[in-house]
């Protein structure tokens, strides 16, 4: 088991430009979580799933912003026309979750954006 | 609705000393409490967790934590500080609603260990 991974670690695009981030859960796991990290705070939930199905999003997620998980295994999260204030680090968590309980959630390193 | 207080966003502590990070939550439901640590450009490690069983939780690296009901606290000590501790760590609180697991995160303490 390696741990969740994220790709690229460290994107630079202009302003207007669209990206999209890929998180690699552990594979056995199968929740799935997008968080954003600014300078300063902790991370912010941004979105979750459960296998294949989007079932939170916060209302921090912009009609700009857009995640799937479409075999229920790796996720992307897109981000369209970007902006500066969309500058942050990007974390991906995942978590076995047996019924209804709270789960430990294993974090990748993130992806670090910056828009110019 | 749930969040945590962290108080100090920095601490210094001698290399040997005491580490006190503090953590209150507010919660309106049974609360799970986490401690992360994040070294620099890393992702978020589990330090420990509180799940409703032992109130005083031990974690890696001789971390260990307390749970303390009456003043809604969670607060982190290690005996003796190792400059390898120095990095920020993060308190969180989880709980579930609508099925639903929310975790939400402090804003964090940076932790310095002097020589």
């Known amino acids: 088991d390696t741990g969740v991974s994220q790709d690229p670690r460290h994107k630079i695009t202009k302003r207007g430009q669209n990206v999209t981030f890929r998180c690699d859960p552990i594979?056995?796991?199968?929740?799935l979580y997008w968080y954003r990290q600014t300078l300063g705070q902790g991370p912010e939930f941004l979105t979750y799933f459960q296998n294949e199905a989007q079932l939170e999003k916060s209302r921090l997620l912009s009609d700009r912003f857009s995640a799937e998980r479409p075999k229920g295994s790796f996720s992307t999260l897109e981000i369209q026309r970007t902006e500066q204030g969309d500058s942050a680090m990007y974390l991906c968590?995942?978590?076995?979750?047996?019924?209804?309980?709270?789960?430990?959630?294993?974090f990748g390193p993130g992806t670090r954006l910056t828009v110019t | 609705a749930q969040s945590v207080t962290q108080l100090g966003s920095h601490v210094s502590v001698s290399e040997g000393a005491l580490v006190l990070l503090r953590c209150n939550y507010s919660s309106s439901v049974p609360p799970y409490l986490f401690w992360y640590v994040q070294y620099p450009n890393q992702g978020l490690q589990l330090l420990l967790k509180?799940?409703?069983?032992?109130?005083l939780v031990k974690g890696i690296n001789d971390f260990e934590a307390e749970f303390k009901k009456s003043e809604t606290s969670f607060h982190l000590t290690k005996p003796s500080a190792h400059m390898s501790d120095a990095a920020e760590y993060f308190c969180?609180?989880?709980?579930?609603?609508?099925?639903?697991?929310?975790?939400?995160f402090g804003t964090g303490t940076k932790l310095q260990v002097i020589p």
């Open positions: 968590a995942s978590s076995l979750a047996l019924g209804q309980g709270v789960s430990e959630q294993y």
């Open positions: 509180y799940t409703s069983a032992a109130t």
């Open positions: 594979s056995e796991h199968n929740r």
């Open positions: 969180a609180v989880s709980g579930v609603s609508g099925g639903y697991q929310k975790v939400t």
